[in-house]
């Protein structure tokens, strides 16, 4: 069974940075992506970045690209997402989501192992 879990949300002012980190347990597949996600209130869990544990390719929400770099460390099962020039409409609970089956990698529907998500708050 694999288990995420995530760590380094908080509240930030806008144009700060934040790093999330997210431990991964229970051996998850190496040829399924990791991803994180997010969802703000009232509105549906949406993509924000993915990567594979092979680290040769990573994958970005528009809305993110340029700001916000995904990383892995395989000799720590941990996965990074490291967020500047935060805006207040990143402001989310962020989660982790590991992979389990062939989808696009921004598909909700590839992933069924999720963290218990971090809150990250930005304020203008």
């Known amino acids: 069974q694999v288990q995420l879990t995530e760590s380094g949300g908080g509240w930030v002012q806008a144009g700060g940075s934040l790093r999330l980190a997210c431990v991964a347990s229970g051996r998850p597949f190496s040829v399924y992506p990791m991803g994180w996600f997010r969802q703000a209130p009232g509105k549906e869990r949406e993509f924000v970045a993915a990567t594979y544990w092979s680290g040769a390719a990573t994958y970005y929400a528009d809305s993110v690209k340029g700001r916000f770099t995904i990383s892995r460390d395989k000799a720590k099962d941990t996965v990074y997402l490291q967020m500047n020039r935060l805006k207040s409409e990143d402001t989310a609970v962020y989660y982790c989501?590991?992979?389990?089956?062939?989808?696009?990698?921004?598909?909700?529907?590839?992933?069924?192992?999720w963290g218990q998500g971090t809150q990250v708050t930005v304020s203008s």
């Open positions: 989501a590991a992979g389990s089956r062939t989808a696009p990698v921004s598909s909700l529907s590839g992933y069924d192992y």
